[in-house]
């Protein structure tokens, strides 16, 4: 009976798992000792932080979306059949078409979705750019947009905490471009008493928003929207007029993982060093879908992709593994058109931004385009 591996989830932390595992096992898949089920819900996948990009109209959609069977090692068998229960103590996943798919090594990697309709009005009245679509939209509203107050809320905890800073010092160059700045009022909330939850990004970030004329309130939880009246209003109890209002809206897990019972919301107990969801040996958690206190980031999954692929292929090969994730992140973070500055960080390491440079922008630019490399598991 070969070893089965079933990876559920094919965007950025799936595929590159798979990807490594194919490579790190080729001989025992050509041979039929191992099998590697990937089961994912779309035929399509998509660099999600293109989207910053497609608002301001700096790449086109289709560059950021490819055919998930082109990207995944010819060995691994693809499914796009949504897996609909987890079952962990039979050890079979089980699809939306009725197949099962047993499983000896399980991966869990159903990211991480936007839920906007837990705030009351903010479909109606708000925009976001944490999908195709959001982004879009939020593209041609820009377009048509004449001046006044553009609110820029967070809700927590989201994919890329790092986004919202970069959709606003990208804002802010878009009017100065348009030669807008003196009819346009940027202002941010987020719901803590800073600018960000890492601190040091949040020291960074204040003289930056002060240079740039930026308004923020902090503990700001966004509670409801009067999408009429153009007015958010928060948990803390204040409210705030917009013209155009851009957020961030909650996030929640894939609905499979709380109907399996792994964790509330979506979010699985995972070990933060193993991955391995808590209390199991054959089930690996990477990427958003873990409840670890770390940033949820396509750098999370790719380091964590790394480490599952390692245990598993060493697991299966010499019988036992130690390698640990030291909960290392990168993020490139965009501070205009053409600057960007970085962060890396792990559990140990607290984050220091470095001044920005036209060269880190043109890092992360290269990145986005070598992005595929990265899925494909050669970078
Ligand atoms: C606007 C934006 C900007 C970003 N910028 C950055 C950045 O600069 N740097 C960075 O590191 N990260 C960035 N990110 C975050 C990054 O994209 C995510 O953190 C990363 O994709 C997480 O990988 P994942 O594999 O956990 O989830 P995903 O890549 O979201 O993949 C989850 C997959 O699981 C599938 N799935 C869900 N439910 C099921 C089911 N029931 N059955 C089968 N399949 C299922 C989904 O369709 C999806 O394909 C950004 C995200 C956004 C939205």
Same mark, same amino acid.
């Given at each position: 009976m070969?070893?089965?591996?079933?990876?559920?989830?094919?965007?950025?932390?799936? !595929?590159? !798992?798979?990807?490594?595992?194919?490579? =790190?096992?080729?001989?025992?898949?050509?041979?039929?000792?191992?099998?590697?089920?990937?089961i994912t819900d779309k035929a399509e996948h998509v660099y999600q932080p293109g989207f910053l990009y497609v608002v301001f109209d700096k790449v086109r959609p289709d560059e950021i979306v490819r055919k998930q069977k082109e990207i995944l090692d010819q060995n691994? =068998?693809?499914?796009?059949?949504?897996?609909?229960?987890?079952?962990?103590? =039979?050890?079979i996943v089980r699809t939306q078409s009725g197949k099962e798919f047993p499983y000896d090594f399980l991966v869990i990697a159903t990211g991480s979705r936007i839920v906007p309709e837990d705030i009351p009005g903010l479909k109606e009245g708000g925009h976001w750019f944490y999908? +195709?679509?959001?982004?879009k939209k939020l593209r041609q509203a820009l377009k048509?947009?004449?001046?006044?107050?553009?609110?820029?809320?967070?809700?927590?905890?989201?994919?890329?905490?790092?986004?919202?800073? *970069?959709?606003?010092? +990208?804002?802010? *160059?878009?009017?100065?471009?348009?030669?807008?700045?003196?009819?346009?009022?940027l202002f941010y909330t987020y719901p803590i008493n800073r600018l960000h939850s890492l601190e040091p990004v949040a020291n960074w970030a204040v003289p930056e928003f002060e240079k740039k004329g930026i308004k923020s309130e902090t503990f700001f939880n966004m509670e409801e929207i009067d999408?009429?009246?153009?007015v958010v209003r928060s948990m803390e109890g204040s409210e705030l007029n917009y013209d155009l209002l851009i957020t961030v809206p909650p996030h929640k897990g894939a609905p499979v993982i709380a109907d399996s019972g792994f964790g509330k919301d979506g979010w699985i107990p995972t070990n933060k060093k193993t991955l391995h969801n808590e209390g199991s040996d054959d089930v690996?958690?990477?990427?958003?879908?873990? =409840?670890?206190?770390?940033?949820?980031?396509?750098?999370?999954?790719?380091?964590?992709?790394?480490?599952?692929?390692?245990?598993?292929?060493? *697991?299966? !090969? *010499?019988?036992?593994?130690?390698?640990?994730?030291?909960?290392k992140?990168?993020?490139?973070?965009?501070?205009?058109?053409?600057?960007?500055?970085?962060?890396?960080?792990?559990?140990?390491?607290?984050?220091?931004?470095?001044?920005?440079s036209k060269m880190i922008h043109w890092m992360k630019l290269g990145y986005n385009r070598l992005y595929w490399l990265s899925a494909k598991g050669i970078l």
């Open positions: 070969p070893k089965r591996i079933v990876i559920i989830g094919g965007g950025a932390g799936g !595929t590159i !798992t798979a990807n490594l595992l194919a490579r =790190n096992l080729y001989r025992q898949l050509v041979s039929g000792h191992v099998v590697i089920n990937m691994i =068998n693809l499914f796009v059949d949504p897996a609909v229960k987890i079952d962990k103590e =039979n050890k999908d +195709m679509e959001g982004a048509d947009f004449s001046g006044g107050r553009i609110a820029i809320t967070v809700g927590v905890p989201h994919k890329c905490p790092v986004a919202p800073l *970069e959709m606003t010092f +990208m804002l802010y *160059e878009y009017f100065k471009q348009k030669e807008m700045l003196d009819k346009v009022e999408a009429e009246k153009k690996y958690v990477v990427g958003d879908t873990t =409840n670890l206190p770390i940033s949820k980031a396509g750098s999370t999954a790719h380091f964590e992709s790394h480490i599952v692929a390692e245990r598993i292929s060493s *697991e299966i !090969t *010499e019988g036992f593994s130690e390698t640990e994730y030291d909960g992140v990168i993020c490139f973070v965009e501070t205009s058109f053409d600057e960007a500055t970085y962060i890396w960080f792990n559990y140990k390491t607290p984050p220091t931004p470095v001044p920005p």
